[in-house]
């Protein structure tokens, strides 16, 4: 079985370098990445969260799946609830995963921060 760098973060930045117009930043005083200035991923900062585990920004809907499908991986916790984000257990996802869960965030967040389209007359 492959090792975790012993930073958890350290695969999540590394995605994050891959992307347009992120940023290696902190939220709460803990590793974040952030396009044009919003968080799309974290480490989890409340103290209701386990150790290692990364906040991702995503659909409600789409969130409320993963958590229902595979729980040991995909949580939330009370504080989180109204957010439109998943609780993931770093130790827990596996590379491709990740990436995937990387990439879906800062594309979520970046649609969400495009203007509306105008219709053509």
Request: proline share 7%; net charge positive; with cysteine.
């Amino acid at each position: 079985m492959a090792r975790r760098p012993a930073d958890p973060f350290a695969s999540v930045a590394a995605i994050g370098r891959t992307l347009p117009d992120v940023e290696l930043t902190t939220t709460f005083g803990k590793p974040a990445l952030k396009t044009g200035g919003t968080m799309f991923v974290c480490i989890a900062s409340h103290k209701s969260a386990e150790t290692d585990t990364l906040v991702v920004m995503m659909d409600i809907a789409d969130r409320d799946l993963l958590v229902a499908e595979d729980p040991d991986s995909y949580y939330l916790k009370e504080h989180y609830v109204g957010y439109p984000c998943v609780l993931v257990r770093l130790r827990r996802v596996g590379a491709d995963a990740l990436r995937g869960l990387v990439i879906g965030a800062h594309r979520y967040v970046s649609q969400k921060k495009k203007p509306p389209r105008r219709g053509t007359r």
